[in-house]
């Protein structure tokens, strides 16, 4: 079986058995248009669209397809991807109950002495997982919302500060679609940065010779329901890039977290290592993970004006507006890590300066230009977060300031027409374009004062999560580096 689509209620279903008829799909043309066409024709197509609707549906596609273990997925405050397994006999109390674990030991979760939660999953997230065990048995997975005992959300739980900030959203009218392009690199092993060629952009093959794990990681993806638009190699040696069908904004925070481990699966099959870290390799390309995203009323692209220089609404304008305003204290966030702010540095195409663009790539944000037709295309692209981040907490800041912008109807300023790395520091003060923190402690300062952060992930995650970074900075300030050492042992 092969569920494909982006989003559960609007993706497009293949199942084959044998010699079955395979039912195709139409994905749409362009990114961003959130619109899906279907092919629900057949009587098992249809069947297969249900199953990501309902509890019952689960279980009959569970014994359907001899179903021996699910896995149930939720994730830390920090982004990583945790989760138990159970026995199919367990399936239906599941659904039903949920299942209770300790919390105490999840990062951001719980105190010892309020540990107990329960992982409810989400029927609409099942999918078959594409490796298998030794055994040959196929297994699935579904992510969780995170409970308290009595069934009340916890107000921790990554998945749920998003969904409450997506509940904001459809209270102003609006569904919010992402399609982050997530950049990593393939070494020889976890142990160092050893890379395994010395291609760029856009390399095909002799020199990409990770064509074959990219393509396999696609496939794994599909088989998953993630559609695939696009891969290739990056500008450094050794950096890739999968790209994948935009959806809504809660889907694609399961698809992130699906995404990242398919990557890293499916490496460590071949015998490499995969990592999403920001900036692994000194003088190289950092990885970014560039977040398109527009807001949509029912079918309208929120975003789209006809009768605008730049094709941006009003509403897209604020949008813009709202996210350079709260970038600087919004960047702990959607870049977490004290890595990741030695990718924040000029000359590596990566930003630094709060200003947009339509076609620069040096900015904050690109606004990608109109094509006649494709009013549905129109978005606007964030560059700064990194591909390490926790998604549901990226989107969710990412989210708050753009409906911050619209709803005090900030003025965008007028977007940089020149390359804001090359004009002098003078100029871009008398524009008053302000740089991103340039280190985590700077962004943890920010965020810890920022009352738009606070609100959006809630009291418990933003405690739990400044705190975190807090403890990571003070580990890494204490350190004393081979830079330091290089640099100071032979003259001090």
């Known amino acids: 079986m092969r569920i494909i689509g982006s989003h559960p209620q609007d993706c497009s279903i293949t199942l084959k058995r044998g010699n079955d008829k395979e039912v ?22 249809q069947m297969s669209d249900k199953i990501l609707r309902g509890k019952d549906q689960v279980l009959h596609i569970a014994k359907e397809y001899d179903i021996k273990f699910v896995s149930l997925w939720f994730t830390d405050v920090l982004g990583f991807l945790k989760g138990f397994t159970i026995a199919v006999e367990e399936l239906e109390a599941a659904l039903e109950d949920g299942m209770g674990f300790d919390g105490s030991s999840i990062e951001g979760f719980a105190r010892i002495d309020e540990s107990d939660m329960v992982a409810m999953p989400d029927p609409e997230t099942f999918q078959l997982i594409p490796w298998r065990a030794t055994d040959d048995k196929p297994s699935a997975r579904m992510f969780c919302d995170i409970l308290n005992p009595g069934g009340k959300p916890f107000e921790g739980d990554p998945r749920y500060v998003l969904k409450r900030n997506l509940k904001r959203a459809a209270d102003m009218g609006f569904t ?9 690199f393939y070494f020889k092993d976890a142990k160092g940065t050893e890379t395994l060629d010395s ?6 093959i002799p020199l990409d010779v990770a064509s074959q794990y990219r393509r396999d990681t696609a496939l794994a993806l599909e088989g998953m329901g993630i559609h695939v638009q696009y891969t290739h190699h990056e500008v450094a040696s050794s950096q890739h890039e ?23 699966r499916v490496a460590s099959d071949h015998g490499v290592y995969a990592t999403f870290m920001p900036k692994p390799v000194f003088g ?7 977040v398109h995203q527009s807001l949509f009323r029912g079918d309208q692209n929120a975003f789209f004006d006809s009768t605008n220089e730049y094709h941006l609404s009003r509403e897209a304008q604020w949008y813009t507006a709202g996210l350079l305003k709260h970038a600087r204290e919004i960047t ?27 076609r620069s790539r040096a900015d904050l944000i690109r606004v990608p230009e109109y094509l006649p037709g494709r009013e549905d295309a129109t978005r606007i692209e964030f560059r700064s977060p990194d591909p390490a981040c926790n998604p549901y907490l990226a989107f969710s800041v990412m989210l708050a300031a753009g409906l911050e912008g619209i709803q005090n109807k900030y003025e965008c300023p007028p977007p940089s027409e020149n390359n804001v790395h090359e004009i002098t520091e003078q100029e871009r003060a008398e524009r008053g374009i302000e740089t991103l923190p340039a280190s985590l402690w700077q962004a943890i300062q920010l965020a810890e004062d920022s009352k738009l952060v606070r609100e959006s992930l809630g009291e418990h995650a933003f405690h739990a999560f400044i705190e975190s970074k807090k403890i990571e900075w003070n580990e890494y300030r204490a350190q004393v580096t081979q830079w330091e050492l290089s640099k100071y042992l032979p003259i001090l």
């Not at 195709?24 to 197509?45: I, V």
């Not at 069908?245 to 699906?258: G, I, R, S, Y």
């Not at 190289?284 to 560039?290: E, I, K, V």
Request: glycine share 6%; charged share 20%; with cysteine.
């Open 24 to 45: 195709a799909c139409d994905y749409g043309e362009f990114p961003m248009d959130p619109r899906r066409s279907k092919d629900l024709n057949t009587k098992e197509a």
């Open 176 to 184: 919010f679609y992402v399609g982050p392009e997530l950049e990593y």
């Open 199 to 204: 291609s760029g952009y856009f390399d095909l």
């Open 242 to 264: 999968i790209d994948i069908q935009h959806t809504d904004a809660l889907t694609m925070a399961d698809n992130v977290m699906t995404y990242r481990l398919a990557v890293k």
């Open 284 to 290: 190289m390309n950092g990885s970014g993970m560039h």
């Open 332 to 358: 702990a966030v959607t870049n977490q890590w004290v890595n990741s702010y030695k990718r924040l540095v000029p000359g590596y195409e990566a930003p630094v300066h709060l200003s947009w663009a339509r």
